[in-house]
């Protein structure tokens, strides 16, 4: 049982270029959020999905984009990266909404765009 | 939105100690967690603590909803308890608002 596991663990990027993070839990969760994290502050949500094939906006969507085709994959998407987008990239699950239940996080993504 | 604070932003202590972490919140809440986040940079789950008290260990946590507060109490530190302690509470409809994080340094 890995939990929640997130590819690639580091990487760099060019303004302007494009990639993919993927998310993946084998803990049958039916919701998963993606978040990202400043240095010197908390968490914020991007883009989260309450089950396969739904996806939804967070605080900070912008710049971002999601889907979620498979219920244990969750994808986040920048199509033309920007070094404002440079942050650590969190992934997390939940068997049930976060007003109910808790949210397991994975080992994030540190992102850097030049 | 909903505001979260924690206090104290920084806190040094010698290995032994005991503290209480404080997270302050502006409007009532269905959810709060307590998470430590490493000098690795990972999450850890600590406590889902929407109201009442739970122990673990060494490690305590309270919630009183009604005054929209929550505290953590880490008794006999050790250096691994080191690393930044996030409160975060439910405002989004599926989604957590994190504090800005007490770093705890924990010294031999």
């Known amino acids: 049982n890995a939990g929640v596991t997130q590819t690639p663990k580091f990487r760099v990027l060019k303004t302007g270029q494009s990639m993919t993070l993927l998310c993946a839990q084998d803990?049958?969760?039916?919701?998963m959020y993606w978040y990202r994290q400043d240095p010197g502050m908390g968490l914020r949500l991007i883009h989260y999905s309450v089950g396969e094939g739904t996806t939804a906006k967070g605080e900070v969507p912008d710049g971002y984009n999601v889907s979620r085709l498979k219920k244990q994959n969750f994808l986040l998407g920048l199509e033309s990266a920007a070094p404002s987008q440079t942050s650590v990239y969190f992934c997390?699950?939940?068997?049930?909404?976060?007003?109910?239940?808790?949210?397991?996080f994975g080992p994030g993504t540190r992102l850097t765009v030049l | 939105g909903i505001q979260v604070e924690q206090s104290p932003p920084d806190l040094i202590l010698q290995e032994g100690a005991n503290s209480t972490l404080r997270c302050n919140f502006s409007?009532?809440?269905?959810?709060l967690q307590w998470f430590h986040q490493n000098p690795w940079g990972q999450l850890i789950n600590l406590f889902y603590i929407p109201s009442g008290t739970k122990q673990n260990g060494r490690l305590s946590a309270t919630t009183v909803a009604t005054e929209r507060y929550s505290l953590l109490y880490i008794s006999s530190s050790q250096t691994t308890d080191s690393g930044v302690y996030f409160c975060?509470?439910?405002?989004?409809?599926?989604?957590?608002?994190f504090g800005k994080g007490t770093h705890l340094i924990i010294q031999p």
């Open positions: 975060a509470v439910v405002e989004w409809a599926d989604g957590l608002t």
């Open positions: 997390a699950s939940s068997s049930s909404s976060a007003q109910e239940d808790t949210q397991y």
């Open positions: 803990m049958n969760h039916e919701y």
């Open positions: 409007d009532s809440v269905n959810n």
